[in-house]
């Protein structure tokens, strides 16, 4: 009985990996280095949205919105304490800028933060994109060198064209594998930039609404006095 895996079979396994590298031809090397760009990219972007929602403190974002309805501006710095909270920066620079263009604070701090989230997700769209056709051009390339091939010896050694347009086929099936791990990932962090976006208009519009409630309840009241 064996606990182990099979050593013989495992460098077996390696070994074909490699032949089958080696008889894809030249490109490869190039689709090699579009799934290492691929996987950096998403492990990049998975350990930044686990951070950012380890750093979200939906508790402190209602309390702010809470504070803010009675103008106890004081009480809202405390509260902060050096939240990392993107919500709450972007309610922080709307606070900020209450007295010039509470809504212009909040749209730009709003677009660095996006940035921030979109950033490096046009290189996995580029990689899903370029793996594919680099995996046609390789095939086609093969393609060629078999009729080459096929020109040089005749019908007389098919198997010969025949290896070669099944070789040429494995650089088609490495781009569209390639291209296929990594759509889902893409549009699984395009999805929570979409959310994340809904969260900062649904605050931001809360805010804005609870300082136009508060500065037009002062309005009444020094109308009131008069």
Not at 11 to 30: C, L
Not at 117 to 146: E, H, K, Q, W
């Amino acid at each position: 009985m064996r606990l182990f895996g099979n050593g013989r079979g495992d460098e077996r396994g390696k070994n074909s990996m490699i032949e089958i590298f080696q008889k894809g031809g030249p490109v490869m090397y190039p689709l090699l280095a579009c799934s290492l760009i691929a996987l950096t990219v998403i492990i990049e972007r998975l350990l930044f949205w686990i951070r950012e929602d380890m750093r979200r403190d939906q508790k402190l974002v209602d309390r702010i919105l809470a504070l803010c309805q009675t103008g106890d501006w004081e009480d809202v710095k405390k509260s902060i304490g050096g939240s990392n909270d993107f919500v709450i920066r972007i309610l922080v620079a709307g606070i900020l800028h209450r007295d010039f263009s509470m809504i212009k604070a909040m749209e730009s701090a709003a677009a660095d933060e996006v940035k921030r989230m979109n950033r490096y997700m046009v290189v996995l769209d580029t990689m899903i994109t370029v793996a594919p056709l680099l995996g046609i051009f390789g095939t086609v390339i093969g393609i060629i060198n078999s009729f080459d091939l096929l020109g040089a010896t005749g019908i007389e050694h098919p198997q010969a064209v025949t290896a070669g347009i099944a070789q040429a086929l494995i650089t088609t099936a490495a781009g569209l594998g390639i291209a296929i791990l990594s759509v889902f990932p893409y549009n699984y962090f395009n999805s929570r930039i979409t959310l994340a976006v809904m969260a900062i208009e649904k605050y931001a519009t809360s805010l804005e609404i609870v300082y136009e409630k508060l500065t037009q309840g002062f309005c009444d009241k020094e109308g009131g006095a008069k």
